[in-house]
């Protein structure tokens, strides 16, 4: 198996998706349904990169994004999203996302994100 990439979806189809994708790319995944189960499997677990939502219940991708780079953790964030707000991809790029994706995501599209992330 290669690199560990968390998964961190609220939705629980969108996150077996991901994984059986992640999966074919030879990653290694990790789930979480939620942006605090991350933070906190964090202490556990060292993902060599995250995919997480824009939007779920709780902390929002944003958050966890900003939680990360104000505790210093240096884990490459890739936001995704199925609702594209304006001006949201230049808002999260700013606050240090290695990548922004819309749902759905095509596999040489994650594939391509995920390299540049980890500098592969």
């Given amino acids: 198996m290669g690199e560990i990439v968390a998964i961190v979806d609220d939705d629980e189809p969108v996150r077996r998706a991901l994984r059986r994708l ?5 990653y290694q995944p990790i789930i979480y349904a939620s942006g605090e189960e991350f933070l906190a499997g964090l202490r556990h677990a060292s993902p060599s990169c995250a995919v ?13 994004l900003l939680r990360i780079r104000s505790e210093g ?3 490459p964030v890739i936001i995704v999203t199925g609702f594209d707000q304006s001006g949201m991809r230049v ?28 500098g592969v």
């Avoid at 992640?22 to 030879?26: E, N």
């Avoid at 999260?92 to 980890?118: D, H």
């Fill in 52 to 64: 997480v939502d824009l939007h779920m219940p709780g902390l929002k991708g944003l958050d966890v």
């Fill in 91 to 118: 808002k999260c790029m700013a606050a240090g996302a290695s990548g922004y994706l819309v749902k759905p995501i095509e596999r040489t599209e994650m594939a391509s994100a995920i390299e540049a992330a980890i």
């Fill in 22 to 26: 992640l999966l074919s790319l030879s």
């Fill in 73 to 75: 953790l240096r884990i």
